[in-house]
């Protein structure tokens, strides 16, 4: 079990059939915690083969990562509470190229290891506790994901990543310094009907020194912000 790329082209070369993510399933056992995508092709008939798979812990975000392969463009879930000791939340996410990736937020500091199965296609992510502790999380409300800036610092330019769903999937940021507005920009969320879409603001300059920064949506009924709130010190 390792940081940082756990698995990269699980399957590589290996023709894939799975189209859908149909299920997210877990299970602890003897110390760990077993998260399995369930894939089948796109009429749900079982998959015998996932295709090529990326595994990544993100420990700096709190998250492990599957890239899922081209061909897995649907899914049937876009998002599980779990809530385990280890796991929090798993989201399918729909990325700026237009493939799906699972973030698996963890609940706690881990070590994991990833690995496939074939007939039926699955992707298993096994967790044991350990390694060091997990300094920041991704901020989570109920339409906005934000996984990073995952500081307290930053500089110019500005990327604010992370996935949201929004109505019709504009995502709006808002830089704040007191009472004044000083940046405010939208962009357009990879999905919002089916599953989460993956967004990213650039934003090239801005205020200096303490800020507050807002990512989401004004409300259609009221006007008023509904999204992810947090503080930088900028410079």
Same mark, same amino acid.
């Given at each position: 079990?390792?940081?940082?790329?756990?698995?990269?082209?699980?399957?590589?070369?290996?023709?894939?059939?799975?189209?859908?993510? $149909?299920?997210?399933?877990?299970?602890?056992?003897?110390?760990?915690?077993?998260?399995?995508?369930?894939?089948?092709?796109?009429?749900?008939?079982?998959? +015998?083969?996932?295709?090529?798979?990326?595994?990544?812990?993100?420990?700096?975000?709190?998250?492990? !990562?599957?890239? %899922?392969?081209? *061909?897995? +463009?649907? +899914?049937?879930?876009?998002?599980?509470?779990?809530?385990?000791?280890?796991?929090?939340?798993?989201?399918?996410?729909? =990325? *700026?190229?237009?493939?799906?990736? #699972?973030?698996?937020?963890?609940?706690?500091?881990?070590?994991? !290891?990833?690995? #496939?199965? !074939? =007939?039926?296609?699955?992707?298993?992510?096994?967790?044991?506790?350990?390694?060091?502790?997990?300094?920041? !999380?991704?901020?989570? &409300?109920?339409? &906005?994901? #934000?996984? $990073?800036?995952?500081?307290?610092?930053?500089?110019?330019? *500005?990327?604010?990543?992370?996935?949201?769903?929004?109505?019709?999937? +504009?995502?709006?940021?808002?830089?704040?310094?007191?009472?004044? %507005?000083?940046?405010?920009?939208?962009? $357009?969320?990879?999905?919002?009907?089916?599953?989460?879409?993956?967004?990213?603001?650039?934003?090239?300059?801005?205020?200096?020194?303490?800020?507050?920064?807002?990512?989401?949506?004004? $409300?259609?009924?009221?006007?008023?912000?509904?999204?992810?709130?947090?503080?930088?010190?900028?410079?």
């Amino acid at each position: 079990m390792a940081d940082g790329a756990l698995a990269s082209g699980l399957l590589d070369g290996e023709d894939g059939d799975a189209e859908l993510v $149909s299920g997210l399933r877990w299970n602890a056992y003897e110390g760990c915690e077993r998260l399995v995508v369930e894939l089948t092709t796109a009429g749900g008939a079982p998959a +015998t083969e996932p295709g090529g798979v990326r595994a990544e812990l993100l420990r700096e975000m709190g998250i492990v !990562r599957l890239q %899922l392969d081209d *061909l897995v +463009t649907s +899914t049937a879930i876009a998002d599980r509470v779990v809530e385990r000791r280890l796991v929090d939340r798993v989201y399918v996410v729909r =990325s *700026l190229d237009g493939g799906l990736f #699972v973030d698996i937020h963890l609940g706690s500091a881990v070590l994991a !290891r990833a690995s #496939v199965n !074939r =007939s039926p296609a699955e992707v298993i992510v096994d967790l044991q506790a350990g390694g060091p502790d997990l300094e920041t !999380r991704p901020i989570i &409300t109920d339409s &906005t994901v #934000v996984v $990073s800036p995952t500081g307290k610092k930053g500089d110019y330019p *500005l990327v604010v990543e992370g996935y949201a769903r929004t109505f019709e999937a +504009t995502v709006v940021l808002r830089m704040r310094q007191g009472n004044r %507005l000083d940046v405010e920009t939208v962009t $357009s969320a990879a999905d919002y009907l089916v599953t989460w879409g993956e967004y990213q603001f650039e934003i090239p300059q801005g205020p200096n020194g303490n800020v507050e920064v807002f990512v989401g949506e004004d $409300s259609a009924q009221d006007g008023q912000e509904s999204g992810a709130y947090f503080n930088l010190v900028m410079g």
